[in-house]
């Protein structure tokens, strides 16, 4: 205990505010600074004596101070001012941040709207994205360890550093050293298993997002992929499906399906525009702004384009699809391979790399769409292809030239692309004789991901319809 004592002639202590396994934190005043600001004492005293901990105490606590040197030039991290060695004890002197933590704003039943769990998240993404930058996790995601700062409001993340990581030194002499990382309700399984990476800092933002919109107490979080799914649906929680599926994927129970590190997540919580806005021009002179945050305005361009009335002529395409391999795929009954094949051939044709838009769905050769329609239907009797899309897509209430959200989303859970009322992952997808009728071929996946280009697929079906097919 350090009550009253005063550091380096300099740091008086005034109040002890919390401990770990490797030391306490205190407040305390800089006497030699104008107005005697307030800071944060560290006092590095391992709570194991083994001389062994003490060593590997102190190299943590020195890489903390390295590494909060780096990031505390962020102004929502708290600025080191001092790290040193007095009387054989080591300290570490940070910025003292006003304000409140998070945990009042956190109680049980109290529901974060759409809009505030989503600057929450996005400000904590931020903050995360220069700790990943420089190599580091953060490990301990909590509303105690986020501060509200009176000054401005915004977050700040406290309470961090190159110590909070799991060591097991000389077991065989039964010397376990562990420090307590991270709170069970929001920590990763992979994490709970001493094998943290960036990705457990998106999973235990995610799980914080889910509590913000639920307002359940934190021990009741769901805990895996099942259980989130059936809270959605017990709670009737009104989010945009493009908030629900960014945080069905920041907390989904395989790390190898999250977002690998917080700079990721923040892209597809506040994606940038993929496609640059442009103004299409329809028959009717009608202009569009494209814009690529909300992916419904896509299906938007369905009447800007004039695909229900354009006529069929397309511009000329230099590739010149070749539909061997796609043939030989449906001989042997390799749909999944059918199916990657078939968007592969609509790609290439388009001179697209990963997605379609309105500009290119409108210039793809009805021949094109008309061969591989045939493929499908006559290698699965009518069960497959675009001509069974169709049908679906008129009978659950669907306009060429208009989108309307129950109605697609009808479509989407007519022809299984959608599970518990979302739409699905690739990997949900059924790649059989039996799938449901228009199940394939699907809407293709979003490069390097496992998300379903389910916004392309009514404009594709608008063109099929404009070929006179």
Not at 385 to 394: D, E, N, S
């Amino acid at each position: 205990m350090l009550p009253k004592r005063i550091l380096r002639q300099r740091y008086k202590i005034i109040e002890q505010i919390g401990g770990g396994g490797f030391g306490d934190t205190y407040r305390a005043i800089d006497l030699d600074f104008p107005g005697k600001r307030q800071c944060i004492v560290k006092h590095l005293v391992p709570k194991n004596p083994a001389p062994e901990v003490r060593d590997i105490a102190k190299r943590l606590f020195e890489t903390e101070a390295l590494c909060l040197s780096r990031l505390g030039e962020n102004e929502r991290i708290p600025y080191l001012y001092s790290y040193f060695e007095e009387d054989g004890e080591f300290y570490l002197v940070q910025e003292f941040i006003e304000g409140k933590d998070l945990t009042q704003e956190f109680q049980p039943g109290k529901k974060w709207s759409e809009a505030e769990t989503v600057k929450l998240l996005q400000e904590i993404l931020e903050i995360l994205s220069i700790v990943h930058q420089e190599n580091k996790i953060y490990r301990d995601i909590k509303p105690a360890n986020i501060m509200r700062r009176d000054s401005d409001g915004k977050l700040v993340l406290i309470d961090f550093g190159a110590v909070k990581e799991i060591v097991n030194v000389n077991q065989t002499q039964q010397t376990n050293i562990t420090i307590g990382i991270g709170t069970g309700s929001y920590m990763a399984p992979e994490q709970a298993m001493g094998k943290p990476g960036k990705y457990s800092d998106v999973y235990a933002l995610g799980m914080l997002g889910i509590q913000a919109l639920s307002g359940l107490k934190s021990q009741k979080l769901p805990k895996d992929s099942y259980e989130l799914q059936q809270m959605w649906r017990d709670l009737q929680i009104e989010v945009r499906p493009h908030l629900k599926y960014v945080l069905n994927k920041m907390v989904s129970f395989q790390y190898q399906e999250r977002y690998q590190d917080a700079s990721e997540a923040l892209k597809a919580l506040i994606p940038k525009e993929l496609v640059n806005k442009e103004e299409v021009k329809s028959s009717t002179t009608t202009t569009v702004i494209i814009s690529q945050p909300n992916k419904k305005l896509l299906f938007i361009l369905l009447a800007a384009i004039g695909l229900t009335c354009a006529g069929i002529y397309a511009l000329p395409f230099v590739s010149k699809p070749n539909y061997t391999q796609l043939e030989t795929y449906f001989k042997t009954k390799q749909w999944q391979k059918a199916d990657a094949e078939t968007d592969r051939i609509i790609l290439k044709v388009a001179e697209k790399n990963s997605t379609l838009d309105a500009e290119s769905i409108n210039k793809l050769p009805c021949k094109t769409l008309q061969k591989i329609d045939e493929l499908w239907t006559e290698n699965s009797d009518g069960r497959f292809g675009f001509t069974p899309q169709k049908k679906v897509y008129l009978e659950t209430g669907n306009q060429f030239g208009q989108y309307i959200e129950s109605a697609y989303e009808e479509f989407g859970n007519k022809v299984k692309w959608r599970t518990f009322s979302e739409w699905s992952l690739y990997g949900d997808l059924k790649f059989t004789d039996n799938a449901p009728f228009g199940h394939l071929p699907s809407p293709g996946r979003v490069a390097s991901d496992i998300l379903l280009r389910f916004s392309e697929r009514g404009m594709l079906l608008s063109r099929f319809d404009a070929c006179g097919l």
